[in-house]
C-alpha cells in the first residue's frame, strides 16, 4: 500500500501538458492494484460445501493441503473423493492441521469406497508415518475409505523401517491444542502385522506427532482426544487394534470415547491382529499386544466389537482382546465405563504366558464410578500349539462403587 501511495505522489508530479494524462495513469494503478487485492482475495476463501476430487480438486492431497491453508468456513466443508479414484497418500500420510474446524464448521472427508495405499517407501526409520494423521485439527470425519499399506514396503526393523505405523493418528498441535471431537466410521484399514509397530486407529496424547517415543503428556484436558467416536469400521492385519491414551494429569483425561457405538449396526470388526509385543516403546502404550486398548480416558464405551486375534500369530509376550490398562493416576469424579456386548476371540501362539479375553486394572474407576462388562461371548481363548498359557475370560481388579458383569 506504501508503494501504491507513492506511485501516486509521482503522477502528480509529472509535468505532461494533460492533466487528463496523470489521472488517466494513477486510474490505471488504482484499477491494476485493485485487481491484485480482489485476486489475493478470491484465493483465501475458507472452503464451504462439496468439494469434489477430481473437480474442484485434482487429488486428495491437493485438498487437504488447500484446508490446512484456508481453513474451513461458514457451515464447514465435504471433501468427497468420487468413486473410482483411489489415491497414493504421501510420505507420512495425509495431515490435517487446520484448527477452524468447530461443531458448526464441520470437516468431513468421504472416500466413496475408494482405496488410498501408502507411498513407497516411507522415511527410513520414521515411528510416526500413517495413512492419515489429524494434528490438533477437531471436528474431522473421516469415512468410507479403504487404507492399505502398501506392498513394496517391507523392511520391518525399527531402526532402519520403511513401513506404515498408523493407519489413522489422532495427535496433539500442542499439550494444549489436542484432536477432538473426531469420527472415524465405515472405513477398511489393512496395514502389515508382521511389522511390529503397526496400530489400525491411534490416539495418543502424551507424545508429540514428531517423537512418539519420548513422554510430553498434554497438559490441559483441551489437549486430550475427547469425543472420538469409532463405529463400523474393520481393522485387519495389524499388531495391535485401537489405541486410545490420554494425558496423565487426572483433571486432563479424555471423555467421551466410544468405540463400537450402542448396537451392531456401529460395530467395528478386528480380525487377523497380533503378532509380537516387541515392538517400540510408544509413550504410555503397553508392551502387550490386543484388539483394543483405551487408558486415561473415563466414561467409556467399548462395545459391540468383534475381536478376533490372528490364529497363533503372537510370538512373544501377552495377547489380550479387551484391555484397560493402569490410569497415570487415579480418576476423579462420577462415571461408567462400559465394555458390553462384544464378541471376544483371541490365540495364542507360544507355549507359556498369559492369554486374557478383557482385562481391567486397577485405578481405572474410584469409589464412585460404575464399571459393566456385561454380555460378552468369548468363542475362544485358546493357544494354537500345546500350551500352558494362564488363560482368563475377564480379569477385573478395580474396586469401584458399583460392578456389573453378567
Not at 105 to 119: L, V
Not at 331 to 341: E, H, L, Q
Not at 371 to 382: C, E, G, K, S, V
Request: glycine share 10%; net charge negative.
Amino acid at each position: 500500500m506504501h508503494s501504491f501511495f507513492t506511485c501516486i505522489q509521482v503522477a502528480e508530479k509529472k509535468t505532461t501538458g494533460s492533466k487528463n494524462v496523470t489521472r488517466n495513469w494513477m486510474m490505471t494503478l488504482f484499477l491494476v492494484v485493485s485487481a491484485m487485492v480482489s485476486s489475493l482475495s478470491s484465493f483465501a476463501q475458507p472452503l464451504t460445501g462439496t468439494k469434489n476430487i477430481p473437480g474442484d480438486y485434482a487429488d486428495l492431497a491437493t485438498a487437504i493441503t488447500d484446508l490446512n491453508l484456508q481453513g474451513v468456513g461458514v457451515g464447514g466443508v465435504t471433501i468427497s473423493v468420487t468413486a473410482g479414484n483411489p489415491q497414493t497418500a504421501p510420505a507420512g500420510g495425509y495431515s490435517i492441521t487446520t484448527l477452524t474446524g468447530t461443531l458448526a464448521d464441520q470437516i468431513i472427508i468421504t472416500g466413496n469406497g475408494n482405496t488410498i495405499t501408502a507411498p513407497n517407501p516411507q522415511a527410513t526409520g520414521a515411528l510416526n508415518d500413517a495413512i492419515f494423521k489429524i494434528i490438533g485439527a477437531d471436528y474431522v470425519t473421516l469415512q468410507g475409505f479403504t487404507m492399505q499399506e502398501n506392498a513394496a514396503n517391507t523392511t520391518t526393523a525399527a531402526a532402519t523401517n520403511n513401513m506404515t505405523e498408523w493407519g489413522v493418528a489422532l495427535l496433539y498441535a500442542s499439550t494444549t491444542n489436542g484432536a477432538q471431537n473426531i469420527t472415524i466410521q465405515n472405513n477398511t484399514i489393512s496395514l502389515n502385522r508382521t511389522y511390529q509397530n503397526t496400530f489400525g486407529i491411534y490416539a495418543n496424547s502424551t507424545h508429540s506427532a514428531t517423537a512418539p517415543t519420548t513422554a510430553a503428556s498434554a497438559t490441559t484436558a483441551a489437549g486430550g482426544n475427547s469425543g472420538l467416536v469409532v463405529h463400523s469400521n474393520a481393522i485387519s492385519n495389524v499388531n495391535n487394534g485401537i489405541v486410545v491414551v490420554g494425558p496423565t494429569a487426572a483433571a486432563d483425561y479424555n471423555t467421551g470415547i466410544d468405540i463400537g457405538g450402542s448396537s451392531l449396526s456401529t460395530a467395528n470388526t478386528l480380525t487377523n491382529y497380533g503378532t509380537t509385543g516387541t515392538f517400540s516403546a510408544y509413550a504410555n502404550v503397553s508392551g502387550t499386544v490386543y484388539g483394543i486398548l483405551v487408558r486415561n480416558s473415563t466414561g467409556f464405551n467399548v462395545s459391540y466389537n468383534s475381536v478376533t486375534s490372528s490364529n497363533g500369530g503372537v510370538t512373544v509376550g501377552t495377547l489380550r482382546g479387551i484391555y484397560i490398562p493402569a490410569f497415570s493416576a487415579a480418576p476423579t469424579g462420577t462415571f461408567t465405563n462400559n465394555i458390553n456386548n462384544n464378541t471376544v476371540a483371541v490365540t495364542y501362539g507360544v507355549a507359556s504366558g498369559t492369554l486374557q479375553g478383557i482385562t481391567v486394572e486397577a485405578t481405572t474407576g474410584n469409589a464412585t464410578s460404575t464399571q459393566n462388562i456385561n454380555d460378552n461371548n468369548f468363542t475362544a481363548l485358546t493357544g494354537s500349539i500345546a500350551t500352558s498359557a494362564a488363560i482368563t475370560a475377564i480379569s477385573d481388579v478395580m474396586t469401584n462403587l458399583v460392578t456389573n458383569i453378567n
